[in-house]
């Protein structure tokens, strides 16, 4: 019999550890070739670990709650065979450092604080997590070089950076100043935890709930991103009938030809993608004083889970899928997502997002921005309503389908004529949309 260890696979470009969340066998258990058998989180998403090879797992080396970094080794298991087997030099192929180009092309979707003046040079490789922390803490690149990295070859782990910090007040006084000094200058956002917490009081018969991970990651982020842009919402309401007709002639041809349900949702994102290209502006991030206008068009499309939080995965490359394309990735990232299947490149590199509140009942609402993205639209339930109707006849009243869409933009680059005409183009699109539209 032979020894193998199981590592922590690769998990998408700056994902640099995860956190054990249970594991789904125990020691002394068979398991099969491509059996899951630990559920592990990132700061990005919740997935699964699967096994590359039969045996029994004779080694748990990382428990529940405990971190482990790419490539490290998480169980021993006992297999066919002689001698011992790992799977490092695949990992480390995966995972070795990028250049700089690459560097600097990478997403950070979850990252407020991209608008920082602080920046590094591309022979320091940092996953975005950590280059979140050194921003927010003004940790300046002479500082971190100095910092001895407890990663896959030697890179910084948020570990390393959370202890640095943790030591940092200790450093003597002289010294640090000369470090913060060009730094110093910047201004950066609050923190979400710098306010002092009210007291609570806790009456009899209260229950205490624990905020889980994920609760955690959207409560620091939502308030991060209010922090950061000033948020501004238009609303307009849009006679949607013809895409209610529309979709009920086609559903059922299309679920019985792809096996798949034909939603609103591929109609709402193919308007919101041509009113993008009408207006780029909107797909743009910031960069301290600089705009980002990205190429590709990749639409964020938040997804409420069974536990009540909520993530959003990302249709890559939007502008390039037809109706039909956009159908089958809405389906495969909603599905992947409610059912803990997602990877952590699933959710990155958004540049715009939607969310459809109508799927609860609600007319309207007024999303948080998703940083360092700098617009949001949200699309309502839609109502049969009593409408006016221009006619060569003249006015009737008719009963439509009708939806309101609001549009949040950040006013730091997107003014209310930007951010209304782009509303107003969805609008159109929709409003007017072709009931002959082949999909």
Not at 376 to 404: C, H, N, S, W, Y
């Amino acid at each position: 019999m032979a020894e193998y260890k199981l590592l922590l696979p690769s998990m998408g470009e700056g994902v640099m550890e995860a956190t054990v969340i249970t594991w789904l066998f125990n020691e002394g258990d068979q398991v099969k070739e491509d059996d899951s058998v630990v559920e592990i989180a990132t700061d990005k998403v919740d997935s699964d670990v699967p096994t590359p090879v039969s045996g029994k797992i004779v080694k748990i080396l990382k428990q529940k709650d405990e971190v482990a970094k790419v490539g490290e080794a998480i169980a021993i298991l006992e297999i066919e065979g002689e001698g011992e087997n790992t799977a490092t030099e695949e990992v480390k192929t995966e995972t070795s450092a990028p250049d700089a180009e690459t560097i600097k092309a990478i997403e950070e979707p979850l990252n407020p604080t991209a608008t920082s003046h602080v920046e590094f040079s591309g022979d320091l490789y940092l996953s975005p997590l950590v280059k979140s922390i050194a921003q927010e803490e003004n940790i300046s690149e002479s500082e971190l070089k100095n910092i001895k990295g407890s990663g896959l070859e030697g890179r910084i782990t948020k570990e390393d950076i959370l202890t640095f910090v943790k030591n940092r007040g200790n450093q003597p006084q002289q010294a640090v100043q000369q470090q913060a000094t060009p730094v110093q200058a910047v201004s950066t956002p609050p923190a979400a935890t710098s306010a002092p917490a009210s007291t609570i009081s806790v009456g009899a018969g209260d229950e205490i709930i624990p905020m889980d991970r994920m609760r955690k990651i959207i409560a620091e982020n939502m308030v991060k991103a209010k922090h950061i842009a000033p948020h501004v919402t238009s609303f307009i309401e849009t006679d949607v009938t013809n895409v209610v007709k529309w979709r009920a002639k086609n559903k059922d041809m299309f679920e019985k030809r792809e096996g798949e349900k034909l939603t609103f949702m591929p109609i709402f994102v193919k308007a919101i993608v041509k009113a993008i290209q009408d207006f780029p502006m909107i797909n743009v991030s910031i960069n301290g004083d600089n705009i980002i206008k990205k190429k590709n068009i990749n639409i964020g499309m938040a997804t409420a889970l069974p536990d009540g939080n909520l993530i959003v995965p990302v249709i890559k490359n939007a502008d390039q899928l037809s109706l039909s394309g956009l159908a089958k990735a809405i389906n495969d990232l909603a599905y992947r997502a409610r059912n803990k299947k997602l990877r952590p490149e699933d959710t990155q590199g958004a540049t715009y997002t939607i969310s459809n509140v109508g799927s609860f009942g609600n007319l309207m609402g007024t999303p948080i921005i998703p940083q360092p993205q700098v617009a949001i639209m949200a699309i309502g339930a839609i109502v049969k309503k009593p409408a006016v109707l221009e006619t060569k006849d003249g006015d009737v009243i008719a009963i439509r389908q009708l939806m309101f869409m609001s549009h949040s933009y950040d006013h730091r680059v997107v003014d209310g004529s930007l951010g209304g005409m782009m509303l107003k183009h969805v609008h159109d699109y929709l409003q007017n949309w072709d009931l002959n539209t082949e999909i």
